[in-house]
């Protein structure tokens, strides 16, 4: 079983970048694909983009392509968002998820796929 922890989160301006980090202890991190997703106040979580274990394969929900970068290091357990021309629509509740499931976009975007949680970092983006 892995936990993860997220950090990164802050309050920024529109226009600004923010990378987000997730920690993951207790499993063996590169046996699973991660995801990060967001939950903004009165809606419901959606996806961000995923990972596959290895980093070869990436996806990106249309409202972040080419704005939002997820990438991995296995050597230091940590999945990482960077996220590049912030818009105040971003401000959300920021989540790193895990699964052993296959990576398969877009089957890969639902919740229901992801076993493992974190508690989630608050990014605010100010008009």
């Known amino acids: 079983q892995v936990q993860l922890v997220e950090s990164g989160g802050e309050l920024v301006q529109a226009g600004g970048s923010l990378r987000l980090s997730c920690a993951a202890s207790g499993g063996t991190f590169s046996a699973y694909n991660m995801g990060w997703f967001r939950q903004a106040p009165g809606k419901e979580r959606e996806f961000v983009a995923a990972?596959?274990?290895?980093?070869?394969?990436?996806y990106y929900a249309d409202s972040v392509k080419g704005r939002f970068t997820i990438s991995r290091d296995n050597a230091k357990n940590t999945v990482y968002l960077q996220m590049n021309s912030l818009k105040p629509e971003d401000t959300a509740i920021y989540y790193c998820?895990?699964?052993?499931?296959?990576?398969?976009?877009?089957?890969?975007?639902?919740?229901?796929?992801?076993?493992?949680w974190g508690q989630g970092t608050q990014v605010t983006v100010s008009s």
């Open positions: 990972i596959s274990w290895r980093g070869a394969s990436t």
């Open positions: 998820a895990a699964t052993r499931r296959g990576f398969t976009p877009p089957q890969t975007m639902g919740i229901i796929r992801y076993d493992y």
